[in-house]
């Protein structure tokens, strides 16, 4: 499987090495990709990984991630030919916060993956990994049992197609939460865990459900 990553931040680099780690071929994408920031990632990789433009890596992937910072989803996406796009399950990661007087979510009555949706009407969307820091993405590892991911989507089999590349990134506990407007719940989960870690000052947590 070839996995496409729009954006380069630390999302994008962090969940490049963790697909490379699983067995696929991954192109995580820049406005610069020849800039010399790259570098040390494209060693990390080695020839299973490369830095290149969004139009490469949306073209190349046969499953598109958007790690992108809400400030430039929307320009970035809007820049991609739509042909690269059509057909393809998309995973949006992202979030829309602003922390003036205490973190609030920047959409009331919408959503990051719906509107990711809407500006790609081909394209089959999936929301996920978004309510989980950048740090544990990949191998979640915590002391107290297995944290769960939550996904959403219209596509009964982008679905499918998300779990099993969550499963490679070595989440067990899963739950499909519905069609694409349940995006709204998981941004509000995500400001859950988000003010719960300033409260605790535990940086770096998950949510899980707890069983009987």
């Known amino acids: 499987?070839?996995?496409?990553?729009?954006?380069?931040g630390n999302v994008?680099?962090?969940?490049?090495?963790g697909f490379v780690a699983a067995g696929y071929q991954v192109w995580i994408s820049?406005?610069?990709?020849d800039s010399p920031k790259h570098v040390s990632w494209k060693q990390e990789v080695g020839g299973r990984g490369d830095v290149v433009s969004f139009d490469e890596?949306?073209?190349?992937?046969?499953?598109i991630i958007v790690a992108l910072p809400w400030s430039s989803l929307k320009d970035v996406i809007e820049s991609i030919d739509p042909i690269y796009l059509k057909n393809k399950t998309v995973v949006d990661v992202s979030n829309a916060v602003h922390f003036d007087n205490g973190p609030r979510l920047l959409l009331d009555d919408w959503s990051v993956g719906?509107?990711?949706q809407d500006l790609l009407p081909e394209s089959r969307v999936v929301k996920t990994l978004n309510t989980i820091s950048d740090k544990r993405m990949v191998r979640p590892n915590f002391k107290e049992g297995s944290p769960i991911m939550f996904i959403s989507g219209n596509s009964p089999s982008s679905k499918n197609q998300v779990r099993a590349i969550l499963n490679d990134l070595g989440w067990s506990s899963i739950v499909d939460l519905g069609d694409?407007?349940?995006?709204?719940?998981?941004?509000?989960?995500?400001?859950a865990c988000v003010i719960s870690e300033i409260q605790f000052q535990s940086?770096?947590?998950?949510?899980a459900l707890l069983r009987q």
Do not use: D, T
């Open 1 to 8: 499987m070839k996995i496409g990553i729009l954006g380069s």
């Open 12 to 17: 994008g680099r962090i969940l490049g090495k």
């Open 30 to 33: 820049s406005r610069e990709p």
């Open 57 to 63: 890596a949306a073209r190349l992937g046969e499953i």
């Open 114 to 116: 719906q509107i990711v």
């Open 180 to 191: 694409i407007r349940q995006c709204r719940l998981q941004e509000s989960i995500m400001l």
């Open 203 to 207: 940086p770096g947590s998950a949510f």
